[in-house]
């Protein structure tokens, strides 16, 4: 007999513009339509509270070049006179307008040419950023990397005799640059014009050169047909992912160990993140908090039957602690749900599972084709690409509208003893490439 706990609600679209913006925040100070004639200062950057990993940029000063910060290093450029430039560093500026924002990680992308105007850098970056899942009603920093054809730069300078640098009626200086290896460092906004972006484009971009001798504001650009890369920040799972869970504290030592597990760990023990993975991880989550209401899992009093899948298993394994040689874990496919859990000192146990519906069809039906090895390179790529939006859908929707939890009476462990299950995840391991 089986007594409902929970019933998941939840109505969801999959498609990548409903996954929630998850990236590190951009931060403004000033608005470049406030600076007004005389340029007030907003910023001291030695102020800014937390450097680390920080990506940054803004006029110089009262428009005495310009700065930009490449992973808490911090650039500042001036042109004061013609032809030179000048790059320094030090967190001792100040500037009347700044964007910024901390990225600790970065996801890589292919970005193929040519990319011939600063146009095209905003219209690629906003194609591969929504292709994976990215908001672009939110800002976001991003770095262009690689080898470029030609570029134009300027440079800012003072506008008032009163300011160092000022030369009359020479408001930036432009320079020209050939065969240029370096960094683009740009922030994307639709919602930021005439703060940190101009009027009729959503992004800001400036260039370091590779020896850090060049930096200035990009204005023009030529890359002819060569491959950047294109780092995007690594989005976040907005869900929580950890669980606290008690262990002993050596190998005959007592109960207390107490520690959080992550499905970062969990990644890390199965070999790979992927949608069955994080489907198992956050379906247990959410049976533990039923057999473990004051939120400390006790892996020693847990026991659990799981489906045969590797992601499953593996995440069964982790999570619960369960053993096979210990009589406390074993493998089923005649349960109805992904996973029965029961904790052993009070018998109580729970049977969770996805809601119909939640995945979408295609991956199990091209994974039941690739489980045979019929699958073809390209579409290999393409359930891929599949999982892994389903796995930030995961990540970006709350799990207990996702999984249904319900309480076993009556359940007998009865162990299952076989080891005829296929272990899916390897069968492909030898396939060719798309395109080879």
């Given amino acids: 007999m089986k007594k409902l706990i929970s019933i998941a609600l939840l109505s969801i679209l999959l498609s990548q513009t409903m996954l929630a913006q998850t990236t590190p925040q951009v931060f403004t100070k000033g608005a470049m339509n406030n600076m007004g004639p005389t340029y007030d200062i907003k910023v001291w950057l030695d102020t800014l509270p937390d450097k680390s990993n920080l990506f940054a940029m803004g006029p110089y000063d009262k428009m005495k070049g310009e700065i930009t910060v490449f992973d808490g290093k911090p650039f500042f450029a001036s042109a004061f006179e013609e032809g030179k430039a000048v790059v320094s560093q030090s967190w001792d500026i100040r500037s009347p307008f700044f964007v910024y924002s901390n990225v600790k990680n970065w996801e890589e992308f292919n970005l193929p040419g040519p990319l011939n105007s600063v146009q095209q850098i905003e219209e690629n970056v906003a194609a591969i950023a929504k292709n994976k899942g990215y908001d672009l009603k939110e800002p976001f920093a991003f770095r262009i990397g690689g080898e470029f054809d030609q570029m134009t730069a300027h440079i800012v300078t003072p506008r008032s005799p009163d300011i160092e640098g000022y030369r009359p009626d020479i408001k930036s200086q ?7 290896k370096g960094e683009i460092l740009g922030f994307y906004s639709e919602q930021h014009q005439g703060v940190f972006t101009g009027s009729k484009s959503f992004i800001h971009v400036h260039y370091l050169r590779d020896d850090q001798t060049f930096m200035g504001h990009l204005d023009k650009i030529t ?3 060569r491959s950047l890369k294109l780092y995007l920040p690594k989005k976040q799972a907005p869900v929580e ?20 597990i992550d499905l970062d ?4 023990f199965h070999g790979h993140l992927c949608d069955g993975l994080v489907v198992g991880h956050l379906a247990l989550q959410q049976a533990m908090e039923q057999l473990y209401p004051d939120g400390l899992i006790d892996r020693t ?13 593996d995440a069964a394994i982790y999570d619960t602690g369960g053993r096979y040689q210990f009589n406390s874990f074993f493998v089923s496919d005649a349960i109805d749900g992904l996973f029965v859990v029961q904790r052993i000192d009070t018998k109580k146990t729970v049977e969770v ?3 119909n519906g939640l995945k979408p069809k295609e991956i199990d039906q091209l994974g039941a084709i690739a489980v045979k090895g019929e699958l073809p390179a390209c579409d290999l790529d393409k359930l891929k690409n599949l999982e892994d939006n389903f796995t930030e859908t995961l990540l970006s929707t709350d799990p ?4 249904i939890v319900t309480e076993i009476s009556d359940f007998n462990w009865n162990p299952v003893l076989k080891s005829t299950y296929i272990k899916t995840d390897i069968l492909n391991k030898n396939a060719l490439k798309c395109g080879k």
């Avoid at 992912?241 to 959080?260: A, C, P, W, Y």
């Avoid at 207990?400 to 999984?403: E, G, L, P, S, V």
């Fill in 223 to 225: 890359t002819g047909n």
């Fill in 241 to 260: 992912t950890g669980m606290r869970v008690n262990d002993t504290d050596f190998s005959k030592g007592r109960l207390g160990n107490i520690q959080t």
């Fill in 265 to 268: 760990d969990l990644v890390k």
């Fill in 353 to 355: 599972q996805m809601k």
């Fill in 301 to 313: 009093n847990t026991r659990v039957v799981s489906k045969a899948s590797p992601c499953l298993t």
């Fill in 400 to 403: 207990k509208k996702n999984f």
């Fill in 174 to 180: 432009n320079f020209t640059l050939e065969n240029e």
